[in-house]
């Protein structure tokens, strides 16, 4: 995870992938998450592994198609301080990380805590974050970096106090065409999304205590989530 | 059902459990009378369009569009020319509205639909009819013509819409792009309506803009900030809101923060620059070279527009996350009265 002053919150580096997601389903004892649950969600977005993902097809590497309520399981899995961001939060990060240069930095690299095979994809998602630049013909930046743009569409909360889900986020066009832009507010969903399952509906988690307090969720998730925390330009 | 003026008042009623179903079987001989009485209806333009390219949407995306153009452009009226393009304009808003996206054609239940409306004080072209069928083709659907029942007669001599879909295309497909206008020009000679007084006039229409991968940022960002668009969703309730067509006095937008003016002459100016950098794009690989240098060795008037039909594919099924945001839809109907439909 990231330090963004902005929202004074870490928060998630990509959008949760399928293999963070996959150490919650072994791990978390819950029915609902079943295996055929799994294959529904993986015919929506199938899945590949970190040595396939190139440019043009990175984004079946993250965990889509989720229902924001089975979003907020897995965020409670890994830890009472991760939820999903609110809009406003959302909109700050975005910001803040469009502003900012890409990282030479392999983040791979600062996530110590990390397993194997989640160092894995960030290594490969360091190695490709250029070309998806270039592939877009746009200037790189912390923000593509980290696939709030060219990524997925993200559950956020909106209302105050929060009450509803819309999405925020600007998706690969191959993964999915939308021309809403990030910086507005986002549309209303007509659709119930409890209901729906949308396959270019990802998220990223934030947290508001330093991940250095606890190492639970790190070992639980195997993941970017529980890495040592660093600061970020923002 | 129609007042003197030809205006339809639409009865209560069509927004039924079908929405929008047009579907009703109906033979060309019946449909092309204008219900007027005062001719024939032919239409303004044809299309060509393979199957899953977004014929339908596209269509529908239209027929809302120029309805909701009286919002922003002032003395501009709409209005249909029959009974069922007006159940249509409903069910369209309606569908819109919710998120709807039209079923694909089923050989079983699908029928060719016409939209039929008048447009007046639409300057510089004044007023038009704009008549267009939802329909397969000869050309790159002829496998679908024997479900409609009578095959509808083509006006080979009117301008063409060629919707195309990049992203739908294959590998193969997407390097023949040249033979595919070949195959169009082929079945316009096989009519057998030799009168072709005009060259072949077509507007390719480059659908699903939204999803097209490698689309250069320069186009997409006209996509995105379709002037249109941006004057109907700024204004209070968005492109939904109810009782829109009352407020005809106060055309919205005209007071927005616009940095090029109004948001009709933005609309046309971007037009212009969506065809020649389109072209650019075009001429920028192999295959789209291929194409306009068929264009031009068979003297066809060729036209580039981009659009999006639903401004996103943010869906579930066949529902919407969100209601419909067309983008420039109504550029190749503006290039095609230029080209003399």
Known sequence: ?234 | MKGSSGCLIAPLGFLGKNAPGPRKPESQAQADIDPRGIGILTPSVEIVSSPGHGRTSLLWAMVFMLRQLSRVWPGYLCWPLDHTTGSSLLEIHEALRLGRLPEPWSSSDSLPHRFALHLRNMNPWGERQFVIWDAPDLAFTPERLGTTGTPRQVSWNKPFFWFLSLSDLDEVRARFLDLELDELIRVRHASGEVAREYPLRVVIVLTKGDAIGDLPPNLRCFLKEDPLARALATSEGGPFRARDELELEQPIGMNADYPEGDPISAYFRARNQIDELARDWMRSNSSGRALLARADDMNVKLKFSLVSATGSGFISGRQLATAWSPRRVLDPYFWALELGA
Request: proline fraction near 9%; charged fraction near 20%.
């Open chain 1, 1 to 234: 995870m990231l330090w963004c002053e902005e929202v004074g919150a870490y928060v998630h580096w990509l959008p949760v992938t399928k293999i963070q997601f996959e150490y919650f389903l072994c791990a978390a004892p819950d029915a609902h998450f079943d295996a055929p649950w799994y294959d529904e969600i993986l015919r929506l977005n199938p899945r590949i592994s970190p040595c396939e993902l190139g440019a043009r097809n990175y984004w079946r590497a993250l965990m889509t198609g989720l229902r924001p309520s089975e979003a907020q399981r897995f965020a409670s899995w890994c830890g009472d301080d991760y939820r999903l961001p609110t809009e406003a939060e959302w909109s700050s990060i975005f910001h803040a990380a469009r502003k900012v240069p890409p990282k030479n930095e392999p983040f791979a690299g600062m996530c110590e805590g990390a397993s194997d095979r989640v160092q894995e994809i960030l290594w490969r998602f360091d190695e490709v974050a250029p070309q998806i630049a270039q592939q877009m013909r746009c200037a790189p930046s912390l923000g593509s970096q980290m696939l709030l743009q060219f990524g997925t569409l993200e559950w956020v909360q909106t209302g105050s106090p929060p009450s509803a889900w819309s999405v925020k986020g600007e998706p690969a066009p191959g993964f999915c065409g939308d021309l809403s832009i990030p910086g507005l507010p986002a549309e209303p969903l007509i659709a119930d999304p409890e209901s729906c399952r949308f396959a270019a509906a990802g998220f990223r988690l934030i947290r508001f205590r330093s991940p250095e307090i606890s190492g639970g969720a790190q070992a639980k998730n195997g993941s970017a989530a529980g890495s040592r925390g660093k600061e970020a330009e923002s």
